[in-house]
């Protein structure tokens, strides 16, 4: 099993900034492809970003490009959203997720591990 456990979260004014943290234990080795996402009240839960093992290749959501940043530290077991220029339709709470496998998705039922979330609330 792998725990993931988000931290970060807070209330933020519009065109503010947060950086949200994800960390991993338990079985960490297990795990490749990490990814983020979000829920607003009333809304399905969808996809923010993901990252490679490596790093080396990441994937955003079009309303999110340009002004978050996904990143991680495999020897810190941890996984960073950098968000930038919030606006208030980025108000929602945020998920860390796990893939075992190497392969990239932005589908939320192929990840197998999820923390129990972060609110990010931006106000104007």
């Known amino acids: 099993q792998v725990q993931l456990v988000e931290s970060g979260g807070g209330l933020v004014q519009a065109g503010g900034s947060l950086r949200l943290s994800c960390a991993a234990s338990g079985r960490t080795f297990s795990v490749n492809t990490m990814g983020w996402f979000r829920q607003a009240p009333g809304k399905e839960r969808e996809f923010v970003a993901v990252?490679?093992?490596?790093?080396?290749?990441?994937y955003y959501a079009d309303s999110v490009k340009g002004r978050f940043t996904i990143s991680r530290d495999n020897a810190k077991n941890t996984v960073y959203l950098q968000m930038n220029s919030l606006k208030l339709e980025d108000t929602a709470v945020y998920y860390c997720?796990?893939?075992?496998?190497?392969?990239?998705?932005?589908?939320?039922?192929?990840?197998?591990?999820w923390g129990q979330g972060t609110q990010v609330t931006v106000s104007s």
């Open positions: 997720a796990a893939r075992r496998s190497y392969s990239g998705s932005y589908f939320d039922h192929e990840y197998d591990y």
């Open positions: 990252i490679s093992w490596s790093g080396s290749s990441t």
